[in-house]
């Protein structure tokens, strides 16, 4: 759910949907991952859905703001180290820069002051550091209640500060409290992109599956991904 937005744009514009029933070499667990998308969609569509609408709106655009800020903020801790891992320690330097001067002037990170400042936004994670390294991504994933992923994918993000912020924290209120707010503010921001997935897919699986691997393809490769031989 995460990455709706792009994914629509990306496949609207690539054209990269596949046809219904079509063989791909990169999903030979189709018929898995139809299912764990079925189901997906059906608690989005009964929970999470109506939730963020509500969410969406009833509270006011600067708060919304904040709290997207506020986990803004946390993901560049691991985009930092990612892109240190990756050998770009001037934007790990800068990632982690983000962090440090957004945290402190922009009050736990409430308010974006260092884009302004030039301290451009990065997106890295350990799945795309492995990626990197030459670890393949290996076949599609579909993981239930996260959504798409690949078997390289899927396990790295455990791995990431930007998904495990909350561990640390012991008092299981708080925690669950941060976790729900993270998704909720991430499913309302989502709710435009709907409209586009409805209207330009056959199958919304198939147009889901080829536009997110694509679009990690060119995550993992900073926009400038190898020609496919295969494709060719």
Avoid at 46 to 63: M, W
Avoid at 124 to 145: A, H, K, M, N, S
Avoid at 186 to 214: C, G, H, P, S
């Amino acid at each position: 759910m995460r990455t709706l937005v792009a994914i629509a744009a990306l496949a609207v514009v690539s054209g990269c949907a596949a046809l219904p029933g079509e063989k791909h070499r990169e999903d030979p667990w189709e018929r898995y991952n139809r299912a764990a998308y079925a189901f997906n969609d059906k608690i989005d569509d009964q929970f999470l859905k109506p939730v963020a609408q509500t969410y969406q709106d009833g509270t006011p655009d600067f708060f919304r703001e904040g709290v997207a800020n506020f986990f803004n903020n946390l993901q560049d801790v691991g985009t930092g180290l990612n892109n240190i891992l990756q050998g770009k320690v001037a934007e790990g330097a800068s990632d982690l820069g983000r962090f440090a001067f957004n945290s402190v002037v922009g009050i736990g990170g409430l308010w974006d002051v260092a884009t302004p400042l030039g301290l451009e936004k990065h997106n890295e994670d350990f799945g795309q550091t492995l990626g990197w390294w030459g670890v393949p991504p290996g076949p599609y994933f579909v993981i239930p209640f996260l959504g798409p992923s690949t078997l390289r994918d899927a396990p790295a993000r455990w791995v990431d500060p930007s998904f495990a912020y909350n561990r640390g924290i012991d008092d299981l209120a708080v925690r669950n409290s941060l976790f729900g707010l993270d998704l909720l503010r991430t499913r309302a921001e989502l709710l435009k992109a709907e409209k586009v997935l409805d209207e330009a897919a056959l199958d919304k699986y198939t147009f889901t599956r080829d536009a997110w691997l694509q679009r990690r393809r060119n995550h993992v490769y900073d926009g400038r991904p190898p020609k496919d031989p295969e494709d060719e």
